[in-house]
């Protein structure tokens, strides 16, 4: 019985209307004769309730009045109220100027008066639930909304609404929005310029930002929130139609460096109506330049990788491309595919990369990394493939590791090979964000379990950017290099890993719950990771490319000396034969 239904919420309003219409009857005849109405005019009242009455549930009805949901009534649904409410006493005055007798005898200005009294009771009676909602809905956190734009408004109506459990009490302009609005009101809420943020935070326990900041912005406001102890920070996000989303601000977001000299026409041009070879495709670097290649126009991508799942995977994002399902190490069936397919751009991105692992299967890594890729560029070579991008590491900068002393050695065989048609060129860069090797997608996964969160040393730094970004950079380098050069990708600051995770745990809002612990430094790692092996290198025509001095190596001896790396006793001293900065901290 008490289930509501569209039938008993029809029956209800319809009720509901007809006793507020014989009120606001009753009350423009009070209003009408100041409180004391002559018997005479009360003898025709129930025929003009009866019709009024009448005509008014039957034109609310026929602009769906009674189809609405009672906590959603808005501004079309008062307009259609309206409407019906002109509708209605506009057809009653025209039948009561054709057939007076039946009213007589009835004041006309009572017409005007039950009108707005009308729309004021039927329309307070259908905003109710909204205004009970919104003072309900006070118990909900205090909350800045930052930004002033369209998103603002749907947010803060669908707070309003009770949708979601915020209640906004100020509105503050974003650094880049303009101040015109700014000691307005918004829906009771009043708009105030960013400079008053500070004293705003302190009646504040949340905060949603609608506004489409830089980084830059988006850390200083962050910062600013924190410091008053606001953790509770969300995006409003309107994804088109009536659908809306509150996601957390994430750390990519506020790590993100957003070079300002990516150039989508140049990488166009590079890619578009070209058949590109990936290896390691479904890694996070390679896949990422797959999908980065598709939408700028590859021709035909053709994916190696030696994991069935992570071939799997991109293959489900990428249905045109040729999957291949095999290993780097395998130089004959890499030779005969390279052979069958007229590739114009190789992308080399297989590498083992965790530092660890690589330190307990030294044999493995050197296999991989350094056969892998002397397998790949010699087939490139032969196949006469034009361009050959072999991306690489900050860790082979003095490298203290085997990952790192490996991938300098491959960097060292690129520079040096003879290249015959090809241009051979290697991309050095620094950590991405959301890659598999990342610490972010670790420490998200240790607070999200309730910590302790393990951070290795208080003064280990990386370098950070995100994946897209950093793909899309390399492009750009491969699309401006003539074979030979060492690309280094401006990585901007360096990040104190021990910052890195109070940040995100500060961003789960468990700083008192997440304890963080130091574990020491593994196997191989180092303190500061370096981009640079001298400071000889030079800027290209993008601020965030540079080129570094080419570090030449007599080939012959290079070949031999790698020749001998799985046959001596001590891979590591030859290791070190090659890379002489090879510091190795076991």
Not at 72 to 91: I, N, P, W
Not at 294 to 311: D, M, Q, R, T, Y
Not at 517 to 538: A, C, H, N
């Amino acid at each position: 019985m008490l289930r509501p239904t569209a039938a008993k919420r029809i029956a209800f309003f319809v009720i509901a209307d007809a006793l507020l219409s014989l009120a606001s009857l009753y009350g423009a005849y009070a209003l009408r004769f100041n409180f004391s109405v002559p018997d005479e005019f009360l003898e025709p009242f129930w025929a003009v309730f009866s019709l009024l009455a009448l005509l008014k549930t039957g034109f609310i009805a026929l602009f769906r009045g009674y189809h609405i949901i009672w906590r959603f009534f808005g501004l079309s649904e008062a307009k259609a109220l309206l409407l019906a409410h002109v509708s209605a006493y506009a057809l009653f005055t025209l039948l009561f100027l054709l057939y007076e007798a039946p009213f007589n005898p009835f004041p006309r200005s009572v017409i005007l008066i039950d009108l707005l009294l009308s729309m004021a009771l039927l329309g307070l009676l259908r905003g109710s639930k909204r205004l009970l909602g919104a003072q309900h809905h006070r118990d909900a956190p205090p909350t800045l909304i930052i930004g002033m734009n369209a998103k603002s408004v749907a947010l803060i109506k669908t707070a309003f609404e009770g949708a979601i459990p915020y209640h906004p009490i100020a509105i503050v302009l974003a650094p880049n929005e303009s101040a015109e609005a700014q000691n307005s009101y918004l829906s009771g809420i009043k708009i105030y310029p960013f400079g008053a943020l500070e004293s705003l935070c302190i009646q504040a326990r949340a905060a949603i930002i609608t506004a489409e900041l830089d980084t830059t912005a988006l850390k200083s406001l962050y910062d600013t929130l924190s410091r008053h102890e606001i953790t509770h920070i969300r995006k409003y996000k309107l994804l088109g139609g009536a659908r809306e989303k509150l996601e957390e601000l994430s750390i990519e977001e506020l790590l993100a460096r957003h070079p300002k000299d990516l150039d989508h026409s140049v990488v166009e041009s590079f890619i578009r109506g070209k058949t590109v070879l990936i290896t390691g495709a479904g890694g996070s670097i390679g896949s990422e330049i797959a999908l980065q290649c598709a939408a700028f126009g590859a021709a035909k991508l053709i994916l190696v990788e030696s994991s069935e799942f992570n071939l799997y995977q991109i293959g489900e994002r990428l249905p045109h491309a040729a999957l291949k399902l095999l290993s780097i190490t395998d130089r004959s069936k890499l030779a005969a595919l390279m052979a069958s397919e007229a590739i114009d751009v190789l992308i080399h991105a297989a590498a083992y990369k965790h530092v660890p692992l690589c330190e307990a299967n030294i044999t493995a890594a050197i296999e991989n990394n350094i056969f892998g890729t002397k397998n790949v560029i010699d087939c490139a070579i032969e196949a006469g493939i034009p361009k050959v991008v072999i991306i690489s590491t900050d860790k082979a900068v003095r490298p203290t590791n085997v990952m790192g002393a490996t991938k300098r050695v491959a960097e060292l065989y690129a520079q040096n090979v003879p290249p015959r048609q090809s241009e051979i060129v290697c991309v050095r860069f620094g950590n991405v964000l959301g890659s598999s090797g990342s610490v972010i997608p670790k420490f998200k996964a240790q607070i999200e379990a309730g910590g302790p969160v393990t951070v290795t040393h208080p003064e280990m730094t990386r370098y950070f950017m995100l994946i897209s970004e950093a793909c899309q950079l390399v492009l750009q380098a491969a699309s401006i290099a003539k074979g030979g050069e060492l690309f280094i990708l401006d990585m901007g600051e360096s990040i104190k890993i021990v910052d890195l995770a109070k940040t995100m745990i500060r961003l789960y809002g468990k700083e008192h719950e997440v304890k963080i612990v130091f574990s020491g430094l593994r196997s191989g790692e180092k303190l500061y990771e370096e981009l640079l092996i001298d400071e000889q290198e030079k800027q290209t025509q993008f601020s965030s490319i540079f080129v570094a001095k080419k570090s030449a190596y007599d080939f012959d001896t290079l070949a031999q000396q790698i020749d001998t790396l799985l046959t001596c006793n001590d891979p590591i001293q030859q290791l070190g034969t090659i890379v002489t900065e090879f510091d190795h901290r076991p």
